[in-house]
Each structure stands twice: as structure tokens, then as C-alpha cells.
T-cell receptor, first 115, second 107 residues
Framework: NAGVTQTPKFQVLKTGQSMTLQCAQDMNHEYMSWYRQDPGMGLRLIHYSVGAGITDQGEVPNGYNVSRSTTEDFPLRLLSAAPSQTSVYFC??????????????FGDGTRLSIL | QQPVQSPQAVILREGEDAVINCSSSKALYSVHWYRQKHGEAPVFLMILLKGGEQKGHEKISASFNEKKQQSSLYLTASQLSYSGTYFCGTQGGKLIFGQGTELSVKP
């Protein structure tokens, strides 16, 4: 049982390149989300999904795309990377969305540098 | 809107107590607390529901006052292992986190 798996763990990109950060879970969780973490800013929600085929924007969605074609996977796409997107990205899941009182499980993170 | 945490940082000696506060400008349904060690992913500590419920985890407990839209995390007799960054998260349809409180426990 792997839980939440993020790939890659580290990545360096050049400005303007595109990239997809992968997130996969094997817990049959309906709710999946992406956060970015920057010093002093805490964890900021980028996009989230309450189930396959359903996505919505979080606090800082600009420059990122998501899709949810299966329950297991929730990839995050950077269309044209910018240095401001240098960050640590965490995928997090929980059993259901909405006003549910379940804990959120985090992946180990992807450390992304954009030059 | 992100909930606001205070203090931003705190340094303790082993055995001392600390309180971390979390407040929101929006009505809260529930509050989550997580701890993150340096270079690791956040780890779940507890969830608090409406009703002023207090919960505990080891020597860490928390309260939730939905009228004041505030939650507090209490760390008693702190241990070295308590060092890390603590985040509160406020639950609406999605989980929004505060900016974090960095806690350092020294021997």
C-alpha cells in the first residue's frame, strides 16, 4: 500500500518549458488536491478535485492546469514555467470532499526549480 | 482567505509549554492541525469539530471555538520531537492552511 506517490521528487526546468507533476493514490480517495509551499507562505491550495471528472480552483491556480480522468491520478501541469513557480509541490488526498472530517494524506513532495 | 496563525515562530526548552493560535475571518466548519518536520511532508495531528471539542494527541491537545472562529493548539511538557512547523487548516469545501508556526524545542 503506497499511499500517495508523487513523481518526480526533484526537477529543474528552464523558463518557458512545460512539465507535468504526477500524483497517484491507491487508497480509493475521492478528494485530491495540489498545494505549493514557499517560505513564509505556508501551504497554498492550487487546484482540487472531489472526484473523477470534477476539478476546481484553489487559492493560486494561475499558470497551472489539472484534470482528473481516473480516481487514482491527479496530474498538475505547468504550461509555461516561470521562476515564480519555483516551489515545493505537495499532493494531498482524503476519502471524500465537501465538509468531511477526514484527515488529509500528503505525498512526499516534488521540489521544482525554474531557472 | 488563509487563516492567520500566531506566533510565527517560538523557541522552547524541553519541558516547557506552548500555545499556537489559529483564527479565521470566515465561519469554520472544522479545523485541522498538521505538523511538518524539515524536508518532510505534513503529518496529520487532529481534527476539531464545531462544539468547542477538545482533542488530544500525545501531550498535544487543541480547542475550537466556532463563535470566535478560532482554534488553539496546546503543547505541554514539550519534547525535542515536537520541533517542526505546525499548520492549521480550515475546512469549507476545501482545506485552506495558515502560514505556519515554526516551533523549535532545545535541550
Amino acid at each position: 500500500n503506497a499511499g500517495v506517490t508523487q513523481t518526480p521528487k526533484f526537477q529543474v526546468l528552464k523558463t518557458g518549458q512545460s512539465m507535468t507533476l504526477q500524483c497517484a493514490q491507491d487508497m480509493n480517495h475521492e478528494y485530491m488536491s495540489w498545494y505549493r509551499q514557499d517560505p513564509g507562505m505556508g501551504l497554498r491550495l492550487i487546484h482540487y478535485s472531489v472526484g473523477a471528472g470534477i476539478t476546481d480552483q484553489g487559492e493560486v491556480p494561475n499558470g497551472y492546469n489539472v484534470s482528473r480522468s481516473t480516481t487514482e491520478d491527479f496530474p498538475l501541469r505547468l504550461l509555461s514555467a516561470a521562476p515564480s513557480q519555483t516551489s515545493v509541490y505537495f499532493c494531498a488526498t482524503k476519502l471524500t470532499g465537501g465538509l468531511s472530517n477526514q484527515p488529509q494524506h500528503f505525498g512526499d513532495g516534488t521540489r521544482l526549480s525554474i531557472l | 482567505q488563509q487563516p492567520v496563525q500566531s506566533p510565527q515562530a517560538v523557541i522552547l526548552r524541553e519541558g516547557e509549554d506552548a500555545v499556537i493560535n489559529c483564527s479565521s475571518s470566515k465561519a469554520l466548519y472544522s479545523v485541522h492541525w498538521y505538523r511538518q518536520k524539515h524536508g518532510e511532508a505534513p503529518v496529520f495531528l487532529m481534527i476539531l469539530l464545531k462544539g468547542g471539542e477538545q482533542k488530544g494527541h500525545e501531550k498535544i491537545s487543541a480547542s475550537f471555538n466556532e463563535k470566535k472562529q478560532q482554534s488553539s493548539l496546546y503543547l505541554t511538557a514539550s519534547q525535542l520531537s515536537y520541533s517542526g512547523t505546525y499548520f492549521c487548516g480550515t475546512q469549507g469545501g476545501k482545506l485552506i492552511f495558515g502560514q505556519g508556526t515554526e516551533l523549535s524545542v532545545k535541550p
